[in-house]
């Protein structure tokens, strides 16, 4: 028996052949990789050494700074590829799994090339608006006195914009390439060792880390570098170097224009079929999850690829660069407010702990190692353990790298214990985001008492298991909310009091604090983003184990990594979430100074008691309300089309219960893809317009009223209240989805009946509800959050 259930042999069903359906119509490699696969292997190496040298010649001539930058990122490279060959050499298991693995990949490539395709007609078409605006606005005083005309200013920001998006694709393509391919590999790891399919999930998670972060260092300061030699920077009628960061707005804005549109289109492909999958094969068949059976199964787990995985390559992605940038700006207009005689340390600071940031995480995902018990299947520590070891591991390096590069950055003569201030606030970030991982561990871990309580609930019906996760949701915002605030007042406080004044006395240190703080809490970055890599492998791995029909100790593994994946992304939401609380208060401050530098008018504070500015906050709040119900209804319709399909194909082909005909997988993901592309322009149009409208109604407003700034300060009310607002609902829904789909896995695990008893039925209920809470809505409130940050930025001329 444990032989036919190895092969997969149970009835007349499995002894059919198993194929499935090819969705590959075309090509799904995106473009640029055909283009370069098609040229010669020795021209494509001396074009790659040819720009490799470029590089390096540009970067020495900008800093030695830069030179390490690149050469830890290379490196990091260097190290990914190590992984992919390691991932890669792994088996992929008998023929059923790879079949499997296969129809996944092309659904999701195909999904991919698609989506993708639709973002980039988008950014193009946003990049000539931005590009007429930039032509037709003012120059700032000091791009006039550097010779930077607007037609200049107008194409290095437009170009800026489109690396940032063709980056942050390559990003998301990276994510769910490494995704689709090591799925099948931890399945069958799975069935010799739950340690080895732990370190092939880390290790894969690992390199899309890697590149993700490393991409994004190397972008900036590839782009830092050009405009410094190209627009002569520090010489004689150059631009200053402390003007530099604004011009790399750009780059951020386009990086989170496709993290927003990647995040809310893979994450309504991926819980539409999920839910779809789920109401009906679980509920209303009682089928167990990924049963073959299920015609929705195959959507549902491309949709782990597409929205989990592409989407948060992208999402990570931008994170890192609105956090460099914003940094930057704060760390130049800091130097030249305290004329420091060499302002680079300041400016080129969050590279240098990025750089870091790739060494140590890259020793955290090294530390966790293949060490099992011979000849005994299934029987190992906590996962969340080993994991939670590997990020003590990274965080204790990130303590010690950061305060050496706050030692060798940020010392200067004019305050020379400056440098232990700024190393104390990123000890404070570093601290606040192993709190968000602790305090969301508590909130989402079934092993902790509110999600145990929360599956106790489901014991009473389906009512009482959604009463008692929305309070659960509700209640989780409290301590992430404490935590962001002591951590912006900490480190606020010790960059005012590091000793750096401006010529009239008056201390500055204090925003720059807060970016270094923010620097701090992403210092572990990569290791974060492996960790929520390892979630979507491990369930995908978890469903083709099902499907296949491997033995029950097999699944046994699986469902505990699953169990260890869902925890660590709603830890990775909680980390995104902090992180972009951070890194929107420090894009208000370089706005409010952008805004400044247009207007030739002092713009210091936004005052509420204004009936206009107060209206603009109500309009910021209404935008994340409106944004997150127009998330979740877009999953409920595309689920709806899932639901009818599903029921559909179990009506007209009764044999499919019986493994006596085959679903059509491909219909479902059919409908799906087409479904998640048309629901994700209203949401995503909304999330770009609103800002650029209202600033530009209350502009003509004031321009009437005598009240020049009108617009401007309409404009900063409605990112702030939109940030607030936007914080406390993304915790509410990450935590609540993420406590509801795990309270599912305990019940799973035999607790309170069990699969398929009533209690299990009310906690499915409740996942279902909280799947595009936690997928869809969550994930994208925070990259909108930034993304408002930076589209203002980006569009100050507007409002003025």
């Known amino acids: ?384 353990k080993i994991l939670q070891k590997g990020y003590s591991v990274t965080v204790i390096l990130a303590v010690l790298t950061f305060g050496l590069s706050t030692r060798w950055m940020l010392y200067t003569d004019q305050a020379p214990s400056a440098w232990l201030n700024f190393a104390l606030c990123g000890l404070v970030g570093i601290m606040t985001a192993y709190a968000f991982v602790l305090i969301t561990k508590y909130y989402t871990d079934y092993k902790h008492e509110p999600v145990r309580t929360l599956a106790l609930s489901s014991s009473t019906g389906h009512g009482t298991n959604i009463i008692a996760g929305v309070s659960l949701g509700l209640e989780s915002t409290a301590l992430p909310v404490l935590v962001i605030s002591v951590s912006i007042i900490s480190a606020y406080w010790l960059g005012h009091t590091s000793g750096l004044v401006d010529e009239s006395g008056n201390p500055t240190g204090g925003l720059f604090g807060t970016a270094v703080a923010t620097m701090g809490m992403l210092s572990t970055a990569a290791y974060v983003l492996t960790m929520d890599m390892f979630g979507p492998i491990a369930d995908n791995a978890g469903g083709i184990v099902e499907m296949s029909q491997q033995p029950e100790s097999v699944r046994e593994i699986t469902d505990v990594l699953d169990a260890v994946g869902n925890t660590t992304k709603a830890t990775t939401k909680g980390f995104a979430i902090g992180s972009a609380a951070l890194a929107s208060f420090l894009l208000f401050s370089a706005y409010m100074d952008e805004v400044s530098s247009f207007a030739h008018l002092p713009f210091n504070q936004v005052d509420i008691a204004i009936p206009e500015v107060f209206i603009g906050g109500l309009l910021g709040s209404m935008l994340i309300f409106l944004f997150s119900a127009w998330a979740c209804a877009a999953v409920g319709r595309s689920a709806q089309e899932v639901v009818n399909e599903v029921r559909r194909q179990f009506i007209e082909r009764p044999g499919i219960m019986d493994y006596k005909e085959k679903p059509d997988y491909g219909r479902c993901v059919s409908i799906v893809a087409s479904a998640s592309l048309r629901e994700m322009i209203k949401p995503g149009a909304l999330a770009i317009i609103s800002p650029i409208v209202v600033g530009f109604l209350f502009r003509i407003l004031g321009h009437y009223t005598g009240h020049p700034l009108l617009g401007a300060k309409v404009v900063a009310s409605m990112l702030m209240f939109a940030t607030v607002s936007g914080i406390l609902m993304a915790l509410f829904l990450n935590t609540a989805g993420g406590a509801w789909d795990n309270a599912k896995k305990y019940i799973e695990t035999g607790a309170l009946g069990g699969k398929g008893s009533d209690c299990h039925k009310a906690a499915v209920t409740g996942d279902t509800v909280g799947d595009p809470f936690k997928d869809t809505a969550g994930p994208s409130l925070h990259v909108l959050i930034k993304m408002l940050a930076t589209i203002t930025l980006v569009m100050a001329p507007v409002f003025l």
């Open 1 to 384: 028996m444990d032989k036919d259930m190895e092969g997969g042999n149970l009835g007349p069903y499995q002894e059919r052949p198993r194929t499935f359906p090819d969705m590959r119509s075309k090509p799904n490699t995106p473009l640029i990789f055909r283009l370069l696969m098609r040229i010669n292997t020795r021209v494509l190496l001396v074009l790659l050494l040819f720009g490799l040298g470029a590089l390096l010649y540009i970067g020495a001539s900008t800093s030695p700074i830069i030179v390490f930058v690149y050469s830890v990122c290379i490196l990091s490279f260097v190290v990914s590829i190590y992984l992919t060959k390691w991932v890669l050499s792994k088996d992929e298991g008998p023929p059923e799994m790879v079949m499997i693995s296969d129809a996944i990949r092309d659904g999701a490539e195909g999904f991919f090339r698609t989506q993708y395709g639709t973002i980039s007609k988008m950014a193009i078409l946003l990049g000539l608006v931005i590009l007429s605006i930039y032509l037709f606005r003012n120059t700032t005083p000091q791009q006039e006195s550097s010779g930077l005309g607007r037609s200049t200013s107008a194409y290095i920001t437009v170009a800026a914009f489109l690396l940032g998006a063709l980056c942050s694709g390559v990003a998301g393509y990276v994510g769910m390439w490494v995704s689709v391919r090591a799925n099948v590999r931890v399945s069958s790891a799975a069935r010799r060792s739950a340690r080895e399919a732990l370190q092939v999930a880390v290790r894969a998670g690992g390199f899309s880390a890697l590149v993700v972060v490393g991409m994004a260092v190397l972008g900036i300061a590839i782009l830092y570098a050009i405009f410094y030699v190209w627009l002569r920077v520090d010489l004689p009628g150059g631009m200053k170097v402390t003007d530099l960061p604004l011009l790399l707005v750009g780059y951020g804005f386009g990086a989170s224009f496709v993290a927003l549109f990647a995040q809310l289109g893979g994450g309504i492909y991926t819980k539409a079929a999920d839910v779809g999958a789920d109401l009906v094969g679980k509920v209303e068949q009682g089928i167990p999850e990924d049963d073959p059976r299920n015609p929705a199964v195959i959507a549902d787990l491309v949709g782990d690829n597409v929205g989990d995985c592409a989407a948060r390559g992208a999402d990570l992605f931008e994170s890192i660069a609105a956090e460099i940038i914003s940094a930057m700006i704060l760390g130049g207009t800091m130097a030249q407010r305290c004329k420091i005689e060499d302002p680079s340390g300041f400016i080129l600071f969050p590279l240098v702990v990025h750089s870091f940031d790739l060494v140590i995480s890259s020793i955290g995902i090294f530390s966790i190692r293949n060490v099992r018990d011979p000849g005994v299947i299934g029987v190992i520590e906590d996962p969340m």
